[in-house]
């Protein structure tokens, strides 16, 4: 599977812009481009060739002659993870669209190929192939249909955790906008998650941070308070915990740009 892989190019973060329209990347010789999608809805053509909507966890493999994502609803733009790849040759080796069943596992493993990546894991052979064949291992193992969805409940849940992460936010909200009780919110998020609501919106939180990091825009305080953080010892203590590095230590090594 792996004899015409030569090296991987580049992992980045990306999210569409807010009302506006997109052209589609049409991917060069020798290249193949992996999409997976951490948030928002996009529409694409499924194995039936008819469109359909695809969501958080949707990966999409794009070979050589062949275009990226690029439509979806102006008021709900998508986010996602991009993986590039240089081959020897176009080989198609897995189906174009997948929704691998195990999508906060392979959320985490984006993350982290994401963050090993930019701290100079690139130009070893060993991190190509890992990054290649997991990301394989995912779009040809146990699958989810596009109808096979998360319930009402917990999709409207994830929806306004995601939309108000720089909001202080309640169970009680959470459990409001999601129109069931604090303790059904628990076990759906148990249950489809293997998580509990608090640990996932902190994780959205710090995802948040990391971005707003890298982009080395603003200050670490705000930063702190646009991702919800009820103070600047709190974030602190958070990041430092999770992370395995302070703010500033992460924006140092992941920024192009001089900041704080």
């Not at 694409?44 to 994502?69: C, I, M, Q």
């Not at 200050?219 to 990041?239: M, N, P, T, W």
Request: glycine fraction near 6%.
């Amino acid at each position: 599977m792996l004899q015409h892989l030569k090296r991987i190019t580049s992992v980045v973060f990306f999210k569409a812009p807010a009302y506006k329209k997109l052209r589609p990347v049409t991917i060069e010789k020798n290249m193949e481009c992996l999409e997976l999608l951490s948030g928002g809805h996009v529409f694409f053509a499924g194995p039936d060739g008819k469109n359909t909507v695809y969501g958080r966890g949707s990966l999409f493999w794009h070979r050589e002659g062949e275009n990226t994502v690029h439509r979806y609803r102006e008021d709900d733009p998508y986010s996602c993870y991009v993986f590039e790849f240089e081959v020897e040759k176009k080989k198609k080796i897995c189906p174009r669209v997948t929704i691998p069943l195990y999508t906060e596992p392979l959320m985490g493993f984006a993350e982290e190929m994401f963050r090993r990546y930019h701290s100079g894991e690139s130009e070893n052979p060993a991190f190509c192939a890992m990054v290649y064949s997991t990301l394989f291992w995912y779009a040809t193992g146990p699958q989810r249909n596009p109808g096979e969805s998360y319930p009402e409940a917990l999709k409207n849940a994830l929806d306004f955790m995601e939309h108000n992460v720089s909001n202080s936010l309640q169970l009680s909200d959470i459990a409001a906008a999601a129109e069931i009780s604090k303790s059904n919110l628990f076990t759906i998020f148990r249950h489809y998650l293997k998580t509990s609501p608090h640990k996932y919106l902190l994780k959205l939180r710090l995802n948040r941070a990391k971005q707003l990091l890298a982009a080395g825009e603003r200050s670490i305080k705000e930063i702190a308070f646009d991702c919800g953080f009820e103070s600047l010892e709190v974030f602190y203590r958070q990041f430092s915990a999770n992370e395995n590095a302070t703010p500033g230590a992460y924006r140092k090594r992941f920024c192009i740009l001089e900041q704080d």
